[in-house]
């Protein structure tokens, strides 16, 4: 019952196959046997199941609120929840209970959907490993897979895998069956990049399409909710729930109109795809290499003309993004001083000093960094220097997209990271900076440009990982993007982790020891 998509699932709940409170228990049963990958930070399990039981009841008077009555989900834990602990993976935030909800929280509950809990990140969705929170690091769920474990040998207990970030919590939630779908949030790539490295299906939407009111921000200008679930079709399914004006946030737009599910029929010998030149970058690994060729060539058997277009600011998109991220954190992080919510410090020699010691206990190495060198940028000295040539660099980055969709293309196809996902002593050995570098270099223009783009999943690595491929469209063609990347799930036949039985469920708790010297709370 785990297995299946939400359309399935929904039915089984409308024919009695099962009950809301029974696939409720089902998924709190199996986020309890899958503690050991850390992907929650706070599991609601009695409002879960309270909702549930209001789900079924209304099930049974045959008035079922639409396709995700019932339908257990999950939220990255930077969307406010309304009494609910919303931490940010941070000490800053560790005991903040907000009094509403995010709009795109609100619209899941509308509909009938069960909250299952918060799931664990990057502190301040500030990283690609979800290894620097304060509560400890994800595990990939593929790290307990057979396949993975069948060639990682006896390492695989010591070194485990990461699940990307920063929305690794929500990824590794999906993909190990504890939630039908999730909400992550995507700045740089954040719910692209773990749904690539999880095997799950990871959509950033149109910038302004989904409303960013209760998300807590950390670039306002590039922040996207994100969609992670286990198929094409239920991402199309929870973006026509959550698209849309909202009056909270000014920087929603309409919805366009669009057909409500996609099509069974779709024909690519009527599309354009498109291969950046660009994105054969350094470090692309030659699996991944093989597999963006391996698609490409699916498309052109498949009759649609494919080509090599050019995007040649992209290089700049990486330098670019580190001067804007940083300023607009600056922005964004000088709320927490510690005085109306969250920590603060014992220190009370002089307001300074409080806000000082605050700042410093609350926040992490990753989150200071970040906000001293946005304050440098944003220096009086400074300020045309990097911040005001940053933004013309973006226009120029947007222009290109927008040219090369002008010219007829009509997806482009990129690989989502350069290989599959690396082992936690691999990945920590570098800072965090230049790992976030690394990683967003295929997904980060897409935010700075405000495009919508989708992973999927295509195939396993010899390593027994998920290998992702990235599809980018134009702006507002969210729905005929979907339709493109379900047209490649179903030819690429990605298996799920249920295939390979219960074996991203564990009793080794070896890892975990890991995660709890890590964790700072």
Same mark, same amino acid.
């Given at each position: 019952?785990?297995?299946?998509?939400?359309?399935?699932?929904?039915?089984?709940?409308?024919?009695?196959?099962?009950?809301?409170?029974?696939?409720?228990?089902?998924?709190?049963?199996?986020?309890?046997?899958?503690?050991?990958?850390?992907?929650?930070?706070?599991?609601?399990?009695?409002?879960?199941?309270?909702?549930?039981?209001?789900?079924?009841?209304?099930?049974?008077?045959?008035?079922?609120?639409?396709?995700?009555? %019932?339908?257990?989900?999950? *939220?990255?834990?930077?969307?406010?929840?309304?009494?609910?602990?919303?931490?940010?993976?941070?000490?800053?935030?560790?005991?903040?209970?907000?009094?509403?909800?995010?709009?795109?929280?609100?619209?899941?509950?509308?509909?009938?959907?069960?909250?299952?809990?918060?799931?664990?990140?990057?502190?301040?969705?500030?990283?690609?490993?979800?290894?620097?929170?304060?509560?400890?690091?994800?595990?990939?769920?593929?790290?307990?897979?057979?396949?993975?474990?069948?060639?990682?040998?006896?390492?695989?207990?010591?070194?485990?895998?990461?699940? %990307?970030?920063? @929305?690794?919590?929500?990824?590794?939630?999906?993909? @190990?069956?504890? #939630?039908?779908?999730?909400?992550?949030?995507?700045? %740089?790539? #954040?719910?692209?990049?773990?749904?690539?490295?999880?095997?799950?299906?990871?959509?950033?939407?149109?910038?302004?399409?989904?409303?960013?009111?209760?998300?807590?921000?950390?670039?306002?200008?590039?922040?996207?909710?994100?969609?992670?679930?286990?198929?094409?079709?239920?991402?199309?399914?929870?973006?026509?729930?959550?698209?849309?004006?909202?009056?909270?946030?000014?920087?929603?737009?309409?919805?366009?109109?669009?057909?409500?599910?996609?099509?069974?029929?779709?024909?690519?010998?009527?599309?354009?795809?498109?291969?950046?030149?660009?994105?054969?970058?350094?470090?692309?690994?030659?699996?991944?290499?093989?597999?963006?060729?391996?698609?490409?060539?699916?498309?052109?058997?498949?009759?649609?003309?494919?080509?090599?277009?050019?995007?040649?600011?992209?290089?700049?998109?990486?330098?670019?993004?580190?001067?804007?991220?940083?300023?607009?954190?600056?922005?964004?992080?000088?709320?927490?001083?510690?005085?109306?919510?969250?920590?603060?410090?014992?220190?009370? @020699?002089?307001?300074?000093?409080?806000?000082?010691?605050?700042?410093?206990?609350?926040?992490?190495?990753?989150?200071?960094?970040?906000?001293?060198?946005?304050?440098?940028?944003?220096?009086?000295?400074?300020?045309?220097?990097?911040?005001?040539?940053?933004?013309?660099?973006?226009?120029?980055?947007?222009?290109?997209?927008?040219?090369?969709?002008?010219?007829?293309?009509?997806?482009?196809?990129?690989?989502?990271?350069? @290989?599959?996902?690396?082992?936690?002593?691999?990945?920590?050995?570098?800072?965090?900076?230049?790992?976030?570098?690394?990683?967003?270099?295929?997904?980060?223009?897409?935010?700075?440009?405000?495009?919508?783009?989708?992973?999927?999943?295509?195939?396993?690595?010899?390593?027994?990982?998920?290998?992702?491929?990235?599809?980018?469209?134009?702006?507002?063609?969210?729905?005929?993007?979907?339709?493109?990347?379900?047209?490649?799930?179903?030819?690429?036949?990605?298996?799920?982790?249920?295939?390979?039985?219960?074996?991203?469920?564990?009793?080794?708790?070896?890892?975990?020891?890991?995660?709890?010297?890590?964790?700072? *709370?």
């Amino acid at each position: 019952m785990l297995s299946l998509t939400i359309r399935e699932v929904s039915a089984a709940l409308r024919e009695g196959g099962t009950s809301p409170t029974e696939l409720c228990r089902k998924c709190l049963n199996r986020i309890k046997k899958t503690r050991h990958l850390n992907a929650y930070i706070t599991v609601t399990e009695e409002l879960a199941l309270k909702q549930a039981q209001e789900a079924e009841s209304r099930l049974l008077r045959g008035a079922p609120r639409g396709p995700l009555d %019932g339908i257990p989900f999950a *939220v990255k834990d930077n969307f406010c929840t309304e009494n609910i602990r919303t931490t940010c993976a941070s000490r800053m935030l560790k005991d903040y209970a907000p009094p509403y909800n995010a709009t795109v929280v609100q619209k899941l509950l509308d509909q009938g959907a069960v909250l299952v809990g918060k799931t664990n990140m990057d502190e301040f969705a500030m990283g690609s490993g979800s290894t620097d929170g304060a509560f400890g690091p994800v595990s990939n769920p593929w790290s307990y897979a057979a396949p993975y474990r069948e060639q990682a040998g006896s390492t695989a207990d010591s070194d485990w895998v990461i699940a %990307g970030g920063s @929305s690794g919590g929500s990824a590794a939630a999906v993909a @190990s069956l504890t #939630s039908y779908l999730a909400l992550g949030s995507d700045t %740089g790539g #954040s719910t692209r990049n773990p749904g690539a490295l999880c095997g799950v299906v990871a959509l950033k939407p149109t910038y302004g399409l989904l409303s960013r009111h209760g998300l807590i921000p950390l670039v306002n200008s590039m922040d996207v909710p994100g969609i992670v679930t286990r198929s094409v079709s239920d991402a199309a399914i929870v973006l026509d729930v959550l698209q849309g004006l909202d009056i909270r946030d000014s920087t929603t737009i309409r919805a366009p109109p669009s057909l409500p599910e996609l099509p069974e029929d779709f024909d690519a010998e009527k599309i354009c795809v498109g291969i950046p030149k660009e994105y054969h970058s350094p470090g692309l690994s030659a699996e991944t290499l093989a597999q963006w060729s391996r698609v490409a060539d699916m498309f052109e058997r498949a009759g649609a003309r494919v080509e090599q277009v050019s995007l040649p600011h992209t290089q700049y998109s990486i330098v670019c993004y580190h001067v804007l991220c940083c300023a607009e954190v600056a922005s964004n992080m000088a709320r927490f001083d510690g005085l109306e919510y969250g920590h603060r410090s014992a220190v009370d @020699s002089s307001t300074e000093a409080m806000y000082a010691s605050t700042r410093h206990e609350g926040f992490n190495d990753v989150v200071r960094q970040r906000i001293l060198c946005g304050n440098y940028f944003l220096l009086k000295q400074n300020y045309q220097h990097y911040f005001v040539k940053a933004q013309k660099v973006r226009r120029l980055i947007a222009e290109d997209f927008r040219r090369v969709f002008g010219s007829g293309v009509d997806v482009l196809l990129t690989p989502t990271t350069l @290989s599959d996902a690396a082992c936690y002593s691999d990945f920590t050995q570098e800072d965090n900076r230049t790992r976030s570098a690394q990683e967003d270099i295929f997904t980060q223009p897409v935010n700075v440009a405000g495009l919508p783009a989708v992973s999927v999943p295509i195939a396993l690595s010899r390593r027994g990982l998920p290998i992702g491929l990235q599809l980018i469209g134009p702006s507002l063609q969210d729905k005929k993007l979907l339709s493109v990347a379900r047209w490649i799930e179903q030819r690429v036949g990605f298996p799920s982790l249920h295939d390979y039985g219960d074996s991203s469920e564990s009793n080794n708790d070896t890892g975990m020891t890991k995660r709890e010297q890590t964790s700072t *709370v």
